[in-house]
C-alpha cells in the first residue's frame, strides 16, 4: 500500500501570481527545494496538467499535488537555530522563544531547522517518550508563527505537559494583527474546524469539525488593522488563522488564509502577524505557576511601527 499522500485546493488570490515552487512553498509550509522536487517528479498537476517551477498560479486553478510517504528513519537534523532563545530550562523543562521559519519537529517535506534538531545541537538533553521524530514535543506552533514553546527534558514533564495541554489547563496567549475591525472589538468564537473540504493542507469552519474556541479581545485599532490578545480553549492546527478568517478578518500577511497581500508588503511582512506572548502552566515536578513569556521579533514590531506612524 502507498503511504503518499495527495492534496487537492483551489489557488486562492492570496497564492496568485506566485511560481508554483513558491506557491507550493507557502501552501504546504515545505522548503523551496523541496517544492521544486515535488514539481520535477510530475507530482504536481494544475487544472489536471503536469507544471514547471517556474510557471505561475492563476487564481481558482485546481491545484492537486501528491506529497511521498512518511521516511520511518525520520531524524531531526542536529544544526544550532539562528534565534532561537532558550527563555527557561531546568532537568524538568526548556521553554523557547521559537523564531519565524522554525518546525517544531521533523515532518515530511520539511527540510529547514526544527526546534527538537536546535536544541540537541546546542547541547540540551530532552525526553524520549513520542515518536522519534517529535520526542519531548508536547505542543506546536506553526513555522510561521514565532513565540513561547516548551519542551519536555524529564519523563515525568512528558506526561504531564502533555495532559495539562489535553485537559486546557495551559494558559495560551497570542497576539495577532488581523485585517479591519473585529464586531464586537471582544468576544468569543465558538466555531468547528476541521479538514478544507477542497484543499487538504488548509482548515476552515466546517459543521463536521471538532469543537474550537478562541476568546479575543482588541488592544489597539489602527485604520486598516487590529492588534488582538487572544487566549486558546481549544488548540485545533490553525485555529486562530481559521477562526479569523471566517470572520473576514484574516491575520496580516497570511495568503493561505485570505490576507491582503498589498497591505503586508507596506508593512514589510513575510509572514502572517502572529506571536505567541505567553504560557501559563503548573511546573511538572512542583506544581508551582510559571508564566514565561516573550516579545515581539523585529518584524512584527515594525510593522505596528508603520501603522502607528501612517
Known amino acids: 500500500m502507498s503511504s503518499e499522500q495527495f492534496r487537492r485546493m483551489l489557488v486562492p488570490d ?12 507557502k501552501a ?30 492563476a487564481v481558482d486553478s485546481m491545484l492537486d499535488v501528491t506529497l511521498p510517504g512518511p521516511n520511518q528513519d525520520l531524524i531531526p537534523k542536529e544544526e544550532l537555530v539562528e534565534g532561537m532563545e532558550v527563555l527557561y530550562s531546568d532537568e524538568h523543562v526548556i521553554a523557547i522563544n521559537k523564531p519565524v521559519g522554525v518546525a517544531a519537529h521533523p515532518t515530511i517535506g520539511w527540510e529547514g531547522p526544527t526546534v527538537v534538531g536546535g536544541l540537541k545541537a546546542a547541547g540540551f538533553s530532552i525526553a524520549t517518550s513520542g515518536p522519534a521524530e517529535r520526542q519531548g514535543i508536547v505542543q506546536r ?38 485585517q479591519g475591525h473585529p464586531d464586537p472589538l471582544e468576544g468569543t468564537i465558538d466555531a468547528p474546524i476541521g479538514r478544507h473540504p477542497s484543499a487538504g493542507w488548509r482548515f476552515a469552519v466546517t459543521r463536521d469539525g471538532k469543537p474550537s474556541v478562541t476568546h479575543y479581545e482588541t488592544i489597539e485599532a489602527f485604520a486598516e488593522a487590529s492588534l488582538l490578545d487572544i487566549h486558546l480553549e481549544t488548540g485545533r492546527t490553525h485555529q486562530i ?4 478568517s471566517s470572520l473576514h478578518h484574516p491575520c496580516v500577511g497570511d495568503p493561505m488564509y485570505g490576507s491582503d497581500p498589498a497591505l503586508a508588503q507596506r508593512l514589510g511582512l513575510n509572514r502572517q502577524w502572529l506571536h505567541a506572548v505567553s504560557l501559563t502552566f503548573g511546573h511538572p515536578a512542583t506544581g508551582k505557576k510559571m508564566t514565561i513569556t516573550s516579545d515581539y521579533p523585529t518584524d512584527l514590531a515594525h510593522a505596528l511601527e508603520v501603522l502607528r506612524d501612517s
Do not use: C, W
Not at 523551496?32 to 507544471?51: F, H, T, W
Not at 513565540?147 to 502533555?162: D, R
Not at 488563522?241 to 479569523?244: G, I, P, S, Y
Open 241 to 244: 488563522r481559521v477562526h479569523f
Open 28 to 57: 504546504l509550509g515545505i522548503s523551496r527545494s523541496a517544492a521544486a522536487e515535488i514539481i520535477a517528479k510530475g507530482d504536481a498537476l494544475i487544472d489536471g496538467q503536469p507544471v514547471r517551477k517556474s510557471d505561475r498560479l
Open 141 to 178: 506552533l506553526d513555522v510561521g508563527t514565532s513565540g513561547v514553546m516548551v519542551v519536555a527534558v524529564s519523563e515525568l514533564a512528558y506526561s504531564v505537559l502533555k495532559r495539562a495541554f489535553r485537559e486546557r489547563t495551559v494558559t495560551k496567549t497570542y497576539h495577532a494583527l488581523v
Open 14 to 25: 492570496g497564492l496568485a501570481g506566485m511560481r508554483v515552487d513558491q506557491g507550493l512553498s
